[in-house]
């Protein structure tokens, strides 16, 4: 991501004050578990996509700092939520928000920063912004839902799957995209073109989550390696390996997915069936053939280092270890 940060060092410190500046309230506790999941390492994606879209839009104004501060406090008021939801313990590498403080501040500190981002959001007085926003809002509550009523449903098909992934994750990203576009005043064209590089970007990001989540180390991912099958989320390298597997093997998977504890030899059986019918490799592919077509959206624009930095951007996605 080398060529994006060096480009956008400027703004994404500006990003930064500005999430201390929102986070100012006389609530204690808001500001301290906003500011511990704010700070826990997160890559800001979404900031740094909306600020390279604008740049991309030819935008000269200032309002793309806070925008790019409400997508991120979007994305971390639903990790939030998921936690609370997963029961999850780890998130970053760090102790979960929930764990320390416990669910109910989870939920309600989640329901202070998306009451925050509209409020920023009518600040800037863009209608259109507000507009893509809120619907994107709208779409992942939708996706959280798709998502849990497909919990340990082992007939879940891939195209069902990428339309939970699509609600659930890439919308917001493409929002993003899409948002730098409007401050731009672009034309609808390319502001499609970057709604369209985002979704598939979106897409593949979630897909290599998908990916590590069976493969990566949890000290570098930063969650507990097989958590998503813990939690009986049935997701692209399961899909594939239940896919091209036997009776035998699907009975047994039937039988893990719905216990309440995930044993280390169970992990380890879904991890060698998975290797076994090729779902690591299936899911990287596609998450790279993901890549590759949302790189062809931006053709619209005019070849430059702004352009290709969001390429890059997007390549890094497909390439990442946590």
């Not at 604008?54 to 309002?63: E, I, N, P």
């Not at 959001?121 to 507000?130: F, N």
């Not at 069936?273 to 490799?281: F, K, P, S, V």
Request: proline share 1%; with cysteine.
């Amino acid at each position: 991501m080398e060529k994006a940060l060096s480009l956008l060092n400027d703004d994404l410190s500006a990003v930064e004050v500005q999430f201390k500046k929102y986070l100012d309230s006389d609530v204690t506790l808001i500001r301290k578990v906003g500011e511990y999941v704010l700070t826990s390492g997160g890559k800001r994606i979404r900031p740094m996509l909306l600020l390279l879209s604008s740049r991309l839009a030819g935008y000269s104004g200032d309002k793309h700092i806070s925008l790019a501060s409400v997508v991120e406090f979007i994305h971390t008021a639903t990790l939030l939520h998921d936690d609370v939801v997963d029961g999850a313990s780890l998130r970053r590498g760090n102790a979960s928000a929930n764990s320390v403080w416990g669910n109910e501040a989870s939920v309600l500190v989640g329901d202070y920063l998306f009451a925050k981002s509209f409020s920023i959001m009518v600040g800037a007085g863009d209608l259109k912004v507000l507009d893509v926003l809120s619907e994107a809002t709208t779409m992942m509550a939708e996706g959280e839902v798709l998502q849990l009523i497909s919990t340990c449903d082992l007939d879940l098909e891939e195209e069902r799957y990428i339309s939970v992934v699509r609600n659930k994750t890439a919308v917001l990203i493409a929002a993003a995209c899409r948002c730098g576009g409007i401050l731009g005043g672009v034309s609808e064209e390319k502001q499609k073109a970057l709604h369209e590089f985002g979704m598939e970007l979106g897409i593949a990001f979630q897909f290599m989550d998908d990916a590590l989540d069976y493969v990566a180390d949890q000290s570098e991912f930063g969650k507990a390696k097989g958590h998503d099958l813990a939690e009986g989320k049935m997701t692209l390298p399961l899909i594939h390996a239940l896919r091209h597997c036997g009776d035998d093997d699907r009975q047994r998977v039937t039988t893990i997915v719905e216990n309440e504890e995930l044993s280390e030899e169970d992990l380890e059986y879904v991890v060698s069936l998975i290797e076994h019918h090729g779902g690591i490799d299936y899911t990287r592919r596609r998450a790279a053939e993901l890549v590759e077509k949302a790189g062809k959206h931006l053709a619209v624009f005019p070849d430059g280092e702004v352009r290709r930095a969001l390429c890059e951007l997007a390549t890094y996605v497909v390439s990442r270890r946590k």
